[in-house]
């Protein structure tokens, strides 16, 4: 059985070998100046948990509350770096496991990590791999060591471990990288759940030991415990005792009822630290957005705008526009008339209608303006905290992205409400 | 003439053929010029394909003609009708002359549905039926710079009979007449230049016929029709090229349809043909390959010796089979990005090439966005490609204006040594 790259997963070889490591480590932390995450809370808003921070990483700032386009194999589908970075992009995703068995970490050093191959030079997050174990491959077995599968490339067995997720990541070159979780769905009830949750616990404190370049590259935590608020508090209590640099609640953002997910991650919000970031993973509907940022979120990432775009669906501040149907066939207004980014300043919905019927750069046009859409959308959410009006804010998103309040789905009523603000 | 104002102005003519020199005064408000040689600027509705305006204008010299074709637009006709202002217009296109052609030459296109009243295009919905008066209507809504005459081209088959050639000359010239009749009488085509399509087959008597035909009506200039690679073969191409451009005003623009490949262009110009169109970088785009010939005549010693190096390490090889007449497959022009030798290459597509994708990216990574089947793939191949492209046409134009036209195909062959 080869692990992931064709290294064995290394158990801790000989003392001397291991205090070696350890003393380089000690001298690296205490030799770095600039530790390589820093937040700095902005502003805080006096009504709910929302805060506006800026997050100084390696390679360049990020404003806060952030949304991170998801760039899975190195690439931000159709997109070019020039023109993600035109649109605002500080920090955006690839992926661990599709990087790992294509082209392979060994290569991606070679090649000066993810940075120096996509030639990105704003920040980079790499999840662990792990929840492409749950969602895409034929799993075999999770144990103590990892995750065994089998590579969809070659049918070998492959083993995903903490250290093997590290490695490959610190190959990768990352500004952040997550921990190697062990993933359940949001919808598995019963024992597994709690197995899953200590698990994570002891895999992240090998993450953390496993992480070669701790003076470079940021490894957060992944907080667990399914939909069950005391597993979820033990998860949080024991986790925020290790010290990383920041918290993602994970297990979230599944098929699980809206009621749970917003509970879940309220409770989380509130016991993790203020002046760490808070990072909810694969959340990106807009109403989600808004919703978790005034929970106490700071960071989202999701395919969802980006994969949505291929089908030519536009994201707009009132819902959702599909390009492809006949009523925008004759339409000549851009997507949307106040939007500023590149496609809605040159293109109107009947050109891309018809041009899906002709070239692929249709797809593009749509990708760009739903990055645009959900950038944009964070931008102003910021604004509005940082002049203390986020509140406000929120009602006018809500009125305009639903026709009437009874439409307004009943949990984010909820949502807002536990944070004091009392949508009509 | 055809409301046209377009002046061509040689500044060299080589053997009383080969031409070389600069279109002026193109588009409506006669703002444009276009060198020749030169080509087109390919298009799929206006847009360069996998291309935004962005990626688009990355590009640090465009051809200022953009060609659209009535095979990707006849379906959106009512569309058009309904936006009245044009294409150019409709399709949010920068500064550009547009040029509309009837068929896209990188696109198949089935035989068998031409009528002596009709020819068919392919939407993304089917078969389209064009009279002249509907091919007409079309380029009122479409209000391009320049259009070709309706004509009929399926002469391209082995076997076509004299007759069919025969008849495609006859239909053709009628189109034409039809054409230029609706044409005067159109408000919305004042100031548009229409040009003449030579039919004519594989027939020596025919193309005459068509040249001098079509010649003496007054159209702005000529599209060389039923030539495109696969047709022929190039010996008998530059036979007719010749034969047909002797027989052609020399204060005229020739277009030359459906030839793209870098010799065959070569032995074009010779031929006396002025412009082509510029389907050839979306095609090797497709096929997941990067332009990669030589074009370069200047001695440079440098160069020799890194040559000599290419040689002996067994990286000159073509890549693809010179004489293969099926636009689908790779040529010896380019290189397979997907073939397991580029995986850890970090060296750009082509050292030296300034575009964004030889400046900003290497080998290793296009690889894995093609085997990883990544969209960005096609952005990054397009946008070297067409950089090659029209690099390859400005280098064609120095080397008539040095004399080292011979010089140059030896370098795009591969077989200049020194």
């Known amino acids: ?424 | 003439m055809a409301g046209s104002r377009m002046k061509l102005e040689l500044s060299k003519v080589v053997q009383g053929r080969c031409r070389l020199g600069q279109l002026k005064e193109i588009g409506r408000m006669g703002q444009h010029s276009l060198d020749i040689p030169g080509c087109l600027l390919y298009s799929h509705l206006g847009t360069v394909p996998h291309l935004t305006q962005d990626t688009l204008h990355t590009l640090s010299s465009l051809p200022t003609v953009t060609q659209v074709t009535l095979s990707n637009i006849a379906e959106h006709q009512e569309v058009l009708d309904e936006f009245k202002g044009g294409f150019k217009t409709f399709a949010g296109l920068h500064d550009t002359v547009l040029y509309c052609s009837l068929h896209d030459s990188a696109a198949h296109r089935p035989t068998g549905h031409t009528t002596n009243k009709t020819v068919s295009v392919w939407g993304s919905g089917g078969r389209i039926e064009l009279t002249v008066a509907k091919f007409m209507a079309l380029q009122r809504m479409v209000q391009p710079d320049w259009y070709q005459a309706m004509a009929d081209g399926e002469t391209w088959q082995t076997g076509t009979s004299r007759k069919r050639v025969r008849k495609s000359v006859d239909r053709s010239l009628a189109h034409l007449d039809e054409c230029l009749l609706v044409h005067q009488k159109s408000q919305e085509l004042d100031g548009v230049s229409v040009f003449g399509v030579v039919e004519g087959g594989d027939i020596l008597e025919e193309r005459l016929r068509s040249a001098r035909e079509t010649a003496k009506r007054p159209v702005a200039g000529f599209c060389l029709d039923g030539f495109q690679t696969g047709a022929m073969d190039q010996a008998l191409r530059s036979q007719l090229i010749a034969a047909v451009t002797e027989e052609l005003p020399e204060d005229k623009p020739r277009l030359l349809q459906g030839v793209g490949r870098p010799d065959e262009v070569l032995a074009c110009v010779e031929a006396g043909v002025d412009l082509f169109e510029g389907f050839f970088p979306f095609q090797a785009t497709e096929r997941g390959c990067a332009l990669c010939f030589r074009f370069d005549v200047t001695p440079d010693p440098e160069s020799a010796v890194a040559d000599e190096g290419r040689h002996a390490a067994g990286e000159t090889q073509p890549n693809g089979d010179l004489n293969c007449d099926d636009q689908t497959h790779m040529t010896r022009f380019e290189m397979d990005l997907k073939d397991k030798r580029h995986q850890d290459d970090f060296r750009p597509l082509v050292e030296g090439c300034g575009c964004y994708c030889c400046r900003n990216h290497q080998r290793a990574y296009v690889h894995h966005l093609l085997v990883t089947n990544e969209l960005l793939a096609g952005v990054l191949l397009m946008m070297h490609n067409t950089s090659h492209y029209h690099s390859f046409f400005r280098a064609v134009r120095e080397a008539l204006a040095n004399d080292k036209m011979d010089l140059l195909r030896r370098r795009v062959l591969g077989t200049l040594t020194e």
Not at chain 1, 47 to 73: E, I, N
Not at chain 1, 232 to 242: I, P, Y
Not at chain 1, 272 to 301: H, I, N, S, T
């Open chain 1, 1 to 424: 059985m080869s692990t992931v790259g064709g290294n064995m997963a290394a158990p801790i070889t000989s003392e001397a070998d291991g205090n070696i490591k350890e003393n380089s480590m000690f001298l690296k932390k205490t030799l770095s100046a600039v530790p390589p995450l820093t937040l700095r809370i902005v502003a805080e808003c006096p009504v709910t948990k929302a805060r506006a921070c800026d997050l100084t990483l390696p390679h360049s700032s990020v404003s806060t509350p952030v949304f991170m386009p998801v760039g899975t194999q190195g690439t931000l589908k159709g997109i070019t770096a020039d023109q993600l970075e035109g649109l605002g992009c500080q920090i955006c995703l690839g992926n661990t496991y599709h990087l790992g068995m294509r082209p392979g970490p060994e290569l991606i050093e070679k090649a000066n990590g993810l940075h120096g191959f996509m030639n990105w030079r704003r920040n980079l997050l790499t999840d662990s791999g792990g929840f492409q174990m749950v969602s895409l491959v034929e799993l075999s077995e999770v144990t103590e060591e990892g995750v065994k599968f089998k590579s969809p490339y070659d049918g070998k067995e492959i083993l995903l471990s903490p250290e093997k997720s590290i490695s490959i990541q610190n190959s990768l070159g990352s500004d952040i990288m997550m921990q190697l979780d062990d993933v359940v769905s949001s919808t598995v009830k019963g024992p597994r759940v709690e197995e899953a949750m200590h698990r994570s616990i002891r895999w992240l404190d090998r993450c953390i030991a496993a992480n070669k370049h701790p003076d470079k590259q940021n490894l957060f935590a992944i907080i667990q415990g399914g939909l069950d608020a005391e597993l979820r508090k033990a998860c949080l209590d024991e986790m925020t005792k290790r010290d990383v640099p920041g918290f993602a609640i994970g297990g979230l953002s599944g098929g699980e009822e809206k009621d749970d997910f917003w509970r879940m991650v309220t409770l989380s919000t509130d016991h993790l630290p203020r002046e760490k970031p808070r990072y909810l993973m694969g959340v990106g509907y807009a109403l989600d957005l808004v919703v978790c940022v005034a929970l106490g979120c700071d960071m989202f990432d999701c395919v969802f705008p980006t994969r949505t775009a291929r089908f030519g669906s536009a994201l707009v501040p009132w819902g959702s526009l599909q390009v492809k149907q006949k009523q925008y066939a004759k339409d000549f207004q851009p997507i949307d008339p106040d939007c500023q980014c590149p496609t809605c300043k040159r293109h109107s919905r009947a050109y891309l209608h018809a041009l899906f019927k002709s070239d692929t750069a249709a797809m593009h046009h749509i990708t760009i303006h739903n990055i645009a859409y959900q950038l944009t959308l964070m931008r102003s959410v910021r604004q509005s905290i940082v002049e203390g009006r986020f509140p406000e804010f929120i009602l006018t998103f809500m009125k305009r992205m639903f026709p009437s309040p009874d439409q307004y789905p009943g949990w984010a009523v909820e949502a807002l409400a536990s944070v004091n603000v009392t949508l009509e």
